[in-house]
């Protein structure tokens, strides 16, 4: 059977992506390894930005899908004493309601659903990806083929050797992920998430609090309620958890090849911040969508017509993302002891917070810049550290704007980009 593009994995980014195709008159193939009904299953809420369900062409959820909204982000120091507190308008959605609404509106598209099948290889021909086979040998045929299939993507992993796009996603970027339930939905309007606890972070909304880390030694839950017992002192329901995985880095270097393009978490679209995929996701999926139509209108899926979704994701979400990640890296590299002290003396301030989670490009003005000097002088290390941090991060932005305009210039672009990347620890 032969389709124009068949997408694999049926998230947020594989239903948006898909959706938009089909909506553009496109034959779309939509694999999932869940049964239909069991598509979006799993614990836990997701926070989601508000505008990111009108920017990717989807009303917003009601009713049961939306649990409630948030208006703040609190980031704590590693004592949960001290906390930088932000503007943060977002939602936390019921995943598995908005995911079976998504998958309607998809189907109401044209997108036939192909559930409870799990990739088995893609097909390759003459270097070009040609469709997939599915572990009971069933073999679909497509000009493209969209990977939203997650993290450890079997799709990215066995493409060919000529194609310029990492394979494995190194294990020093996948974070851990522990959560576990709250007995009832708090009536709260805030996201809380506690730095540099254990080797990770504690994060906790209305719905349930979890433990990340990308140390994979740890004892994830042990450390949770360790952490809940000596500062939270809440109840949870141990009987409703659950574990993930998540990439925490910069997107992929390259997401295209002749006929393979990917999205989601399959491509690293993560806010490194909060360690969020839905929205990133959405969005890369709704660019993605909107370059691919281009490109089946002129009947070319070639890794050169498709660059330009690297292109347009690099300039407006990757090179925000990338700005943030460093950041992260810059607040998580410090000791608990120097964050505590950084949060209490005003070292870091709620503008820095803000500007990590928008992408937005710090500026500190002299008077500001003396003001942390005098606060900071007593650990004048921490100043030393933060300010090297945002000029790599202003650095690390720019060069995702200044992303190759064809695969040419890619080699050169990755090896700049590595020693941005290395030049801070």
Not at 159 to 177: C, M, Q, T, V, Y
Not at 398 to 418: A, C, F, M, Q, R
Request: proline share 2%.
């Amino acid at each position: 059977m032969s389709f124009d593009v068949i997408v694999i994995g049926a998230g947020s980014a594989g239903i948006t992506a898909a959706f938009h195709i089909a909506k553009a008159g496109n034959k779309v193939l939509l694999v999932d390894k869940a049964e239909e009904k069991e598509i979006g299953r799993g614990l836990g809420g997701g926070v989601v930005k508000i505008h990111a369900f009108s920017g990717a062409g989807f009303p917003r959820p009601q009713g049961d899908e939306l649990v409630s909204y948030i208006e703040t982000f609190n980031i704590y120091s590693p004592t949960a004493k001290t906390k930088k507190t932000v503007n943060y308008s977002s939602m936390i959605i019921d995943k598995y309601l908005m995911t079976q609404r998504l998958l309607g509106y998809a189907k109401e598209q044209g997108v036939t659903v192909l559930a409870g099948k799990e990739l088995k290889l893609l097909n390759v021909q003459d270097d070009k990806v040609t469709g997939i086979t599915t572990t009971d040998q069933q073999s679909f045929d497509a000009k493209l083929v969209i990977d939203a299939s997650g993290v450890n993507s079997l799709a990215r992993r066995t493409l060919p050797d000529s194609f310029k796009i990492e394979k494995e996603i190194d294990n020093k970027h996948i974070a851990r992920g522990y959560l576990e339930m709250l007995p009832k939905v708090e009536d709260t309007n805030y996201l809380n998430s506690y730095l540099a606890v254990s080797d990770g972070y504690i994060w906790k909304t209305a719905t349930e609090i979890g433990f990340g880390s990308l140390d994979h030694s740890i004892d994830l839950k042990a450390r949770l309620h360790a952490f809940i017992d000596e500062h939270i002192h809440l109840k949870t329901d141990s009987s409703r958890s659950y574990y993930g995985t998540i990439p925490i880095r910069q997107n992929l270097y390259n997401m295209v090849g002749n006929g393979y393009l990917a999205v989601g978490d399959s491509a690293c679209m993560i806010s490194p911040i909060e360690g969020a995929g839905i929205t990133t996701s959405m969005a890369g999926a709704k660019i993605a969508a909107d370059v691919v139509n281009k490109c089946l209108s002129r009947n070319d899926l070639s890794e050169n017509a498709l660059w330009s979704f690297n292109l347009e994701y690099n300039k407006t979400q990757g090179s925000q993302l990338a700005y943030m990640d460093m950041l992260r890296r810059g607040v998580i590299g410090l000791s608990p002891d120097d964050i505590d002290f950084a949060f209490k003396q005003d070292v870091i301030m709620d503008k820095d917070v803000l500007d990590s989670i928008t992408g937005d490009i710090a500026n500190v003005s002299t008077m500001d810049k003396a003001s942390r000097v005098f606060r900071g002088i007593r650990r004048p290390g921490i100043l030393l550290r933060m300010e090297n941090c945002m000029s790599k991060s202003k650095d690390l932005k720019n060069h995702y704007l200044n992303y190759p305009t064809n695969i040419s210039g890619l080699d050169e672009w990755v090896k700049k980009l590595n020693t941005i990347n290395n030049s801070f620890s």
